[in-house]
């Protein structure tokens, strides 16, 4: 008859990265289902009579041992830096409520900072005549600090913001990015690059313009001798006429 044998899976202990609320919710959890949570919420107790039983101290004697056992757990999930700003550390109790006192307080603090930087994200907006780099650099500021308070935002997210955040001369090219791309997978750096490419399309298609202004105000004799309502259908329609060549080659540049 063969052996069976058990394998038991030690659980993780949760280490303390800053969130007080999640790391004392975990930490209880897991010294209650060691039936430890006792000793961090009442203490080790105390022997009021100086004619203890032997009995008595036998039980306090085994508290003792199993609260080193809890600090022991507490020293595996607090960092060596934020343990040594604590003074008293003879029991697991001590150790908990100076956690609390330093880091609860802290977490309601960033709590309220993430309400008003998801506003400020919302609310984020490119400016007429503002360059991507500055835009993204501004949003991408935001993201970072809401970072930095607890905040976990996919990539996709951010993209999704920044498309619908553009001024409406980037109509046509969020246009065509959500046509030949997948948001969901597209990075920040990849939409950061296309969107400079166009970025530089765009001015060079407002050059192109003014050089075309220009070069039709310098023409000699343009439009000598018809009235003034002709001159203006007839440079209507070479501006319309230019400019559709000038689009056309900007669109097919997009595409290839």
């Known amino acids: ?53 032997e009995v008595q101290n036998k039980s306090v004697e085994e508290a003792k041992l199993k609260d080193l056992k809890v600090k022991n757990f507490l020293f595996q999930s607090i960092d060596r830096e934020i343990l040594e700003t604590i003074l008293d550390k003879d029991t697991s109790k001590t150790i908990w409520e ?25 609310l984020l907006t490119m400016k007429e005549g503002e360059k ?36 409406s001369r980037f109509n046509y090219v ?33 050059q192109e313009e003014l050089a075309l202004k220009v070069f039709q105000d310098e023409r000699p004799g343009r439009g000598r001798g018809l009235g003034s309502s002709e001159k203006d259908a007839i440079e209507e329609e070479e501006e319309e006429e230019m400019l559709s060549i000038v689009l056309l080659s900007s669109a097919t540049n997009v595409t290839s």
């Open 1 to 53: 008859m063969s052996e069976r044998s058990e394998k038991f899976v030690q659980p993780t202990i949760s280490k303390f990265d800053g969130h007080y609320d999640f790391w004392s919710m975990t930490m209880e959890n897991f010294l209650r289902s060691r039936e430890l949570w006792s000793l961090v919420e009442d203490g080790i107790p105390a022997i009021r009579t100086t004619q203890a039983s």
């Open 98 to 122: 100076s956690m609390r006192k330093k880091y609860q307080g802290s977490t309601k603090v960033k709590r309220a900072q993430l309400q008003a930087l998801r506003r400020e994200f919302e």
């Open 132 to 167: 991507i780099d500055i835009f993204l650099g501004r949003t991408l500021t935001v993201v970072n600090k809401m970072k930095v308070n607890g905040e976990s935002m996919e990539q996709s997210t951010i993209v999704s913001k920044i498309l619908r955040s553009l001024t």
């Open 174 to 206: 969020v246009c065509s990015i959500e046509e030949l791309n997948d948001l969901s997978t597209m990075s920040i750096d990849e939409l950061h690059g296309s969107l400079l490419v166009h970025e530089q399309r765009l001015n060079g298609y407002v």
